[in-house]
T-cell receptor
Framework: ELKVEQNPLFLSMQEGKNYTIYCNYS?????LYWYRQDPGKSLESLFV?????AVKQEGRLMASLDTKARLSTLHITAAVHDLSATYFC????????????FGSGTRLLVRP | GAVVSQHPSRVICKSGTSVKIECRSL??????MFWYRQFPKQSLMLMAT?????????EQGVEKDKFLINHASLTLSTLTVTSAHPEDSSFYIC?????????????FGPGTRLTVT
């Protein structure tokens, strides 16, 4: 059974700093998704990573995928308060279920 | 991108009553939709996979008779919480699976907050 682990679960960082959120998964997959969730809201798609070595960037966020290590990272550069949210990674188990398996989420708080 | 709507966005009901939540794909057809529930400060828990024209596939531990799912058309799936109890209070989110080129992506609805009193 595919398991997805994110760390840290909670991250408090100062504006202007850099940090990385990690997403490890337990079985083979080369499809990984990152989502953002604001309090009381649903999920917003950030990145879709489809192959080993894939790297996507949008503003201050950059996501990468290493399928051999079964690891994805979400790197935050020069954080700003607007990035405060909960970030989820989700992995496609590449079976016929079409499901996504979600990590536990990382709650990010960017302090002034 | 593809838009998924949910109705209602919030509902308060009394214990013992039933509540229906609708999930619609607005500008595309979705043969597969998913229903999740989310407790405060927790991740999404997949409840069931809803397939148009066939029975839903429920995840282990989810009561089929309590959470009735109907995917009657290519743009509408409904989740009915029957005989609701306070422990059913949660944030329910649906998603629709869309083929975007060479991969499938899930687009999420805005969620429905259910409070059972």
């Amino acid at each position: 059974e595919l398991k997805v682990e994110q760390n840290p679960l909670f991250l408090s960082m100062q504006e202007g700093k850099n940090y990385t959120i990690y997403c490890n998964y337990s079985t083979t997959s080369d499809r990984l998704y990152w989502y953002r969730q604001d309090p009381g809201k649903s999920l917003e798609s950030l990145f879709v990573l489809l192959s080993n070595g894939a790297v996507k960037q949008e503003g201050r966020l950059m996501a990468s995928l290493d399928t051999k290590a079964r690891l994805s990272t979400l790197h935050i550069t020069a954080a700003v308060h607007d990035l405060s949210a909960t970030y989820f990674c989700a992995v496609d188990p590449m079976d016929s279920s079409y499901k996504l398996i979600f990590g536990s989420g990382t709650r990010l708080l960017v302090r002034p | 991108g593809a838009v998924v709507s949910q109705h209602p966005s919030r509902v308060i009901c009394k214990s013992g009553t039933s509540v229906k939540i609708e999930c619609r794909s607005l500008d595309f057809q979705a043969t597969t939709m998913f229903w999740y529930r989310q407790f405060p400060k927790q991740s999404l828990m997949l409840m069931a996979t809803s397939n148009e024209g066939s029975k839903a596939t429920y995840e282990q531990g989810v009561e089929k008779d309590k959470f009735l799912i109907n995917h009657a058309s290519l743009t509408l799936s409904t989740l009915t919480v029957t005989s609701a109890h306070p422990e059913d209070s949660s944030f329910y989110i649906c998603s629709a699976r869309v083929l975007g080129g060479i991969y499938y992506e899930q687009y999420f609805g805005p969620g429905t907050r259910l409070t059972v009193t």
